[in-house]
């Protein structure tokens, strides 16, 4: 449903309050592995309403070695509005998070959102699959949470180069999922492979819907996969933004709409989109 | 009590800030209360369904940005059903930003924009992505003169010229869309510009090159902004660069009556509220009664002659 059309609904008014700009404090930013960190930071409550799959715009601090310009959007690792709690799960490859790696505890971290639109699990969607690789897990980790929450049997398929990369395993397994892992090490995260490891679950204990983000080939897998079984399944995306709150239009992504391609903004549309219409690219 | 109230010809606007064309539109409503601006300001339109430019539309360079979006549009039409009246449930004035290939379609969809709801046309001239080569009416006071013409005679309502900082003739810009009718003008749109990845040597845009937006182009627009003050009689709007509140002050004392904030917004998207009372507090504590009284106070007068206009000026 377009803005418009919602606001018409009546379910958005101006300055409505879905979306903040607030300030966080810093509880732990430590390294998971040599390439992964995790920023925990205590966050108001007026943030911590989420939807698996949404992300938060993060303005990553300017420091000596470091000046981000634009925020950086992330994928929401977890979020506990119990605990006040807000987590991310991020690799160090840039400016932006290259300067995230800096902040320690009691530092101020300024975060816009929850944005976007997240994952759906139906009421009639029971057994669950989700396949991800490296710092995608981080992505579908709060559909793990919903999945609990919901009582939805939940099988995750974690891929990485190797197992000391291999992150998240215990995460979702406290999350009661199955875990599968597949590594490049091991020889086992190869498409066929993978293939096969799905084939199986669809024809032992069923698969309702599947997720995944990022990769190219594990939404063409899925692709194939949905056809054939007439799966339904939705994938997370990612895009360059500045905005991120649909006003620049630079996010846009190209999307199959029933033989129509469309352009989409990740970042108002998504970043969650239907497996069937996300075109690889 | 301090007055914010400015006047743009014959738009009274309740405070001086209003959103840059293309950093703004009925999404930031989820974050900031619209009915605080002086104005809303639409992205562009045009009167064909766009597309946009190719992936990726944005990069960032030290402290500033580049974009080459490439005005995607869903058409007038679409415009008119969907976009107007949801301004229209704030009680600010709303300004529509448009643009075209040619100055026949500038003039159309000009026409077809002058509806009931509508405060004011900001006729994007200079927007240096939609021609080929970045050419651009504004670019030229020749070319500038006959689309203006021609939009002048499609509308009753305010046009605001939206110049470009890719000319070497501002002031003949300026005065040439003065003489042509235009009610102000925004100074100015995104400056040409480039940047390439050095490790794969590929452009960091899918367009090649694109618009310098963000604190880099507030220096070059302020000068533009104060060169079209002192040359032309019709209101100057200042746009560019603005993230500070005395980013605000400095284009009223080069001369500009209104201020229009963009890039900011995407790094603060609360930043047009927060400007507003800081600009209030600024004046209060300076017993500045009125912003008409810092408009154009500029102490410029020690100059030589010589060296106001100076273009070249090492």
Known sequence: ?281 | MVDLSTRIGSLTLANPIMPASGTFSEDLSEVLDLHQLGAHVTKTITAEKRGGNPTPRVCEVRGSMLNSIGIPSKGVQHFIDNTIPFYNAYDVPLVVSISANSADEFARICEQVSVPGVAAIEVNISCPNIEEDGKAFAMRPSTTTTVMEKLRSASDLPLWAKLSPNTGETIEVAQAAEEAGADALVVANTLLSMAIDIHTRKPKLGNLMGGLSGPSLKPIALRMAYQCAKSVQIPVIGCGGISTVEDIVEYLIAGATAVQVGTATFINPNIMVTLLGQLETYLETRNIADISDLVGSVRDEDAADSVVFMETAP
């Open chain 1, 1 to 281: 449903m377009s803005l418009i059309q919602r606001y018409n609904a009546g379910e958005v008014s101006p300055a409505n309050g879905t979306t903040h700009e607030v300030e966080t404090t810093v509880k732990t930013n430590t390294p998971v592995n040599g390439e992964y960190r995790l920023l925990t930071l205590d966050a108001p409550q007026s943030v911590l309403d989420c939807q698996p799959g949404q992300f938060f715009h993060i303005l990553c601090p300017v420091t000596k070695a470091e000046q981000p310009y634009l925020r950086r959007p992330m994928s929401i690792y977890g979020y506990s509005a119990e605990k006040g709690e807000l987590q991310f799960l991020y690799k160090v490859t840039g400016e932006g998070t290259r300067a995230l790696a800096t902040l320690t505890r009691g530092d101020t971290l300024n975060v816009l959102g929850p944005l976007g639109v997240g994952f759906t699990i139906q009421d009639d969607w029971q057994n669950l699959l989700l396949l991800a690789r490296g710092v995608g897990l981080a992505t579908l980790a709060p559909l793990a949470q919903e999945a609990q929450r919901l009582n939805r049997k939940l099988v995750a398929i974690c891929s990485a180069r190797n197992a000391d990369v291999l992150m998240s395993i215990d995460h979702f397994q406290s999350l009661g999922a199955e875990v599968i892992t597949v590594t490049d090490a091991d020889g086992t995260s190869d498409l066929e492979n993978l293939r096969d490891i799905i084939e199986g679950r669809i024809a032992s204990e069923g698969v309702d819907a599947m997720y995944t983000c990022g990769s190219n080939r594990m939404l063409k897998l899925l692709q194939e996969i949905g056809a054939k079984h007439q799966i339904p399944g939705e994938i997370a995306l990612e895009q360059q933004m500045a905005c991120g709150l649909g006003m620049c239009q630079c996010c846009v992504r190209s999307f199959n709409r029933k033989g129509t391609i469309t352009q989409e903004r990740v970042c108002r549309e998504g970043p969650v989109f239907g497996i069937e219409e996300a075109m690889a690219w």
